[in-house]
């Protein structure tokens, strides 16, 4: 059974940066899909970025764009979002998702697409 587990958020100043990380664990990362996703209280999940099996980035959110980097490291099985010039209302929990991609480029953009989700790591944004 293959587990996410993110780590990295915490309180940082509007304009400031953070590093998410996903450890992935119970199964080899090269072969999945991997996507950041966050969700603001009171509102639903949204999908920042997808990273494909074979490095394909897929930029999903316009807010995000400019702002925020998506990669990996398969020999670490771990997955990264840098987020620079963060915005109050970049305040979230954020999660990391996998689905088994059975092509190298596949990266959907939708909460149904993903099986395994990690338990989130929270952002706040406040001076």
């Known amino acids: 059974q293959l587990q996410l587990a993110e780590s990295g958020g915490g309180l940082v100043q509007p304009g400031g940066s953070l590093r998410l990380s996903c450890a992935v664990s119970?199964?080899?990362?090269?072969?999945?899909?991997i996507a950041w996703f966050r969700q603001a209280h009171g509102k639903e999940r949204e999908v920042i970025a997808c990273i494909s099996r074979v490095g394909k980035i897929i930029p999903y959110s316009d807010s995000a764009k400019g702002r925020f980097t998506i990669s990996r490291d398969n020999t670490k099985n771990a997955v990264f979002l840098q987020m620079n010039s963060l915005k109050p209302e970049d305040a979230a929990v954020y999660f990391c998702?996998?689905?088994?991609?059975?092509?190298?480029?596949?990266?959907?953009?939708?909460?149904?697409?993903?099986?395994?989700w990690g338990k989130g790591t929270r952002v706040t944004v406040s001076s």
């Open positions: 119970g199964g080899s990362l090269a072969r999945y899909a």
């Open positions: 998702a996998a689905v088994e991609a059975r092509f190298g480029d596949y990266c959907p953009g939708f909460v149904d697409a993903f099986d395994y």
